[in-house]
């Protein structure tokens, strides 16, 4: 499977460089997600992530509120694009320690994908999967 396949009707939320850490805090904890695209012009800078938030703002002792989140984001991350296959994403993200990968065709991002996502795809393959073994087991007749 590819990772455009996984992105179909995903609505991604995104930070721009110019805002403070509190509003992208409140912007992630609103979605219920752990990082988020920081984006200018359609174009990506960096991804502010839990991770970021923890090490370079608290840590650091920086105030949320007048902090800019492009003073304290992962800038030029790592990126994956539309055609790659979910088995690469897993890879870079396993080999890296990363949860959230920006998809971006020349620096233009196109999505965002989570390790989460990735999970949810795969558990509702398996669940797919169970209720095939079971269609299929209920069908057959019993030997005589």
């Known amino acids: 499977m590819l990772i455009s396949d996984l992105l179909k009707n995903q609505v991604?939320?995104?930070?721009?460089?110019?805002?403070?850490?509190?509003?992208?805090?409140?912007l992630m904890v609103d979605h219920n997600i752990?990082?988020?695209?920081?984006?200018?012009?359609g174009r990506?800078?960096?991804?502010?992530?839990?991770?970021?938030?923890?090490?370079?703002?608290?840590?650091g002792g920086k105030d949320p509120a007048c902090t800019l989140v492009k003073q304290v984001m992962t800038e030029d991350p790592m990126t994956v694009q539309p055609g790659d296959s979910l088995e690469t994403c897993m890879?870079?993200?396993?080999?890296?320690?990363?949860?959230?990968?920006?998809?971006?065709?020349?620096?233009?991002?196109?999505?965002?994908?989570?390790?989460?996502?990735?999970?949810?795809?795969?558990?509702?393959e398996?669940?797919?999967e169970v209720r095939m073994m079971r269609a299929y087991l209920h069908s057959t007749p019993e030997a005589g």
């Not at 991604?12 to 409140?26: D, F, G, M, N, Y």
């Not at 920006?102 to 509702?124: A, K, N, T």
Request: proline share 4%; glycine share 4%.
């Open 12 to 26: 991604v939320v995104s930070a721009e460089p110019h805002q403070t850490v509190l509003e992208v805090a409140r």
């Open 34 to 41: 752990g990082a988020v695209p920081v984006i200018q012009h």
């Open 44 to 59: 990506l800078l960096g991804i502010f992530s839990e991770r970021d938030l923890m090490n370079r703002v608290v840590v």
């Open 91 to 124: 890879t870079l993200m396993r080999r890296h320690s990363f949860r959230h990968l920006p998809v971006c065709l020349d620096r233009e991002l196109s999505g965002f994908i989570s390790l989460r996502d990735i999970l949810l795809h795969d558990l509702d």
């Open 126 to 128: 398996k669940d797919d």
